[in-house]
């Protein structure tokens, strides 16, 4: 069966400081894999999506950038860290068509101070 | 553009039944997916349609009308444990099959 793992669960880093985030999936090949932000009460922000090793889409503009160096490896990561960069952060992963939907790692709490 | 409409909020009591709706305007649909988010938690998939009716899985059922572009989510005999969050969302092959989230509705169960 196919597994999710993402990690930390939880971070607090000052603002200015580096940020890695990083999720992998076991048993499957050629995920599709994304990376979601979603605010406190808000909905969920699609940040980051990859079909492919190297192959990134940025969704919006910010200071975050991803990277996905191995088939079923995806890093999210940042220079400088923001306040406004606080959030849950979600990794995701999906066959892509068909009646599969995306199946979500367990979320880092980030918490920018 | 494409958007996706649910209620922000809805209140209802152990043991009955709910109707959670959801309006989309998207091009290429390609599938209706609902998913339960427990506060602190990530989501978790419910049901997917894709062709107009029904579909039912224990205690939730899922409706879907393409032609007027709205889907509902049913609860039936609703436990406490029913309290969450429940995103709308809707895969679109204009957006290379990705797909578009709702705002999602919080689901709160009084005793």
């Known amino acids: 069966s196919q597994t999710i793992h993402q990690w930390p669960a939880t971070l607090v880093q000052p603002v200015g400081s580096p940020l890695s985030l990083e999720c992998t999936v076991e048993g499957t090949s050629n995920p599709n894999l994304y990376w979601y932000r979603q605010a406190a009460g808000r909905g969920l922000q699609l940040l980051f999506y990859?079909?492919?090793?190297?192959?990134i889409s940025s969704e919006v503009p910010q200071n975050l950038s991803a990277s996905r160096p191995q088939d079923r490896q995806f890093i999210l990561s940042s220079k400088k860290l923001l306040l406004s960069d606080s959030g849950f952060y979600l990794c995701?992963?999906?066959?892509?068509?068909?009646?599969?939907?995306?199946?979500f790692g367990s979320g880092t709490r980030l918490t920018v101070v | 553009g494409q958007n996706i409409d649910q209620p922000t909020e809805m209140t209802a009591t152990e043991g009955a039944i709910v109707q959670i709706n959801c309006t989309y305007q998207t091009s290429g649909f390609n599938g209706l997916f609902w998913y339960q988010q427990h506060a602190g938690e990530a989501p978790t998939f419910l049901s997917y349609n894709v062709l107009d009716g029904l579909e039912e899985k224990g205690r939730f059922s899922s409706f879907l009308s393409r032609s007027k572009g709205y889907s509902y989510l049913l609860l039936k005999e609703l436990q406490m444990k029913d309290s969450a969050s429940y995103l709308c969302?809707?895969?679109?092959?204009?957006?290379?099959?990705?797909?578009?989230w709702g705002a999602g509705t919080k689901l709160i169960i009084k005793p």
């Open positions: 990859s079909v492919g090793i190297g192959q």
């Open positions: 969302a809707v895969r679109s092959t204009d957006s290379n099959y990705q797909l578009i």
């Open positions: 995701a992963w999906s066959r892509g068509t068909g009646s599969y939907g995306y199946t």
